[in-house]
């Protein structure tokens, strides 16, 4: 049974780049049968899509994000990683990495809580 | 793109049903069969109910069911049980090829 789970630094600086990494267990993420996902959720507020990357490297952001979004992907280390660049408190969320069956979430991670905060 | 459009809440006695709308537009909602619904109680995250506006995944209750008319959707929960109390949000692809969520319905089992 496929496992996702997020890593990274819980506190971030304004103006500072956002990193974080999904681990995926019990399958492969090279199998291009997916996409894998970042979806975030600010405190006591909804779900926002950010993006999601395909095996092969390529990408499709929320527009709303893209000018601050890059996702990557490694596929000798079964993760892939979300960088968010210029973070105001505005980022501040949860933040869940999931497996995606176009188009929808299926599988998802706990979820790790980033605060942005001098 | 706007989030989807749900009722910020909706709450039901034990035994009965309820239904939560999800309004969208011709260019997301109405104009795809690609409507996801998603259950998320306090503290953990999302769990697929829903997706393809109908269908439910392997080990999804029964007692959840979804459709679409036009550019509204809804997710109907029969024989409400307490565990059934949870945030519900749905999801729709759109024809910018972006994902777009609504922004929850608080679900209160009296």
């Known amino acids: 049974q496929v496992q996702l789970q997020e890593s990274g630094p819980g506190l971030v600086k304004p103006s500072q780049t956002l990193s974080l990494t999904c681990a995926v267990s019990?399958?492969?993420?090279?199998?291009?049968?997916?996409?894998w996902s970042w979806i975030r959720q600010p405190p006591g507020k909804g779900l926002e899509w950010i993006g999601y990357?395909?095996?092969?490297?390529?990408?499709y952001y929320n527009p709303s994000l893209k000018s601050r979004v890059t996702l990557s992907i490694d596929t000798s280390k079964n993760q892939f990683s979300l960088k968010l660049s210029s973070v105001t408190a505005a980022d501040t969320a949860v933040y869940y990495c999931?497996?995606?069956?176009?188009?929808?979430?299926?599988?998802w991670g706990k979820g790790t809580t980033v605060t942005v905060s001098s | 793109q706007s989030a989807l459009t749900q009722p910020a809440s909706v709450s039901g006695s034990p035994g009965q049903s309820i239904t939560i709308s999800c309004t969208g537009t011709s260019s997301d909602v109405g104009g795809y069969t690609y409507v996801s619904w998603y259950q998320q109680h306090p503290g953990k995250a999302p769990k697929l109910m829903i997706y393809?506006?109908?269908n439910r995944p392997s080990g999804v209750s029964t007692r959840f069911s979804g459709s679409k008319s036009g550019n509204t959707a809804s997710l109907t929960i029969s024989g409400l049980q307490a565990e059934d109390e949870a945030d519900y949000y749905c999801?729709?692809?759109?024809?910018?090829?972006?994902?777009?969520f609504g922004g929850g319905t608080k679900l209160t089992v009296l």
């Open positions: 999931a497996r995606e069956t176009l188009y929808y979430m299926d599988v």
């Open positions: 990357i395909y095996y092969s490297g390529s990408t």
């Open positions: 019990g399958g492969f993420i090279s199998s291009g049968d997916y996409y």
């Open positions: 393809d506006v109908s």
């Open positions: 999801s729709s692809y759109t024809n910018s090829g972006t994902l777009v």
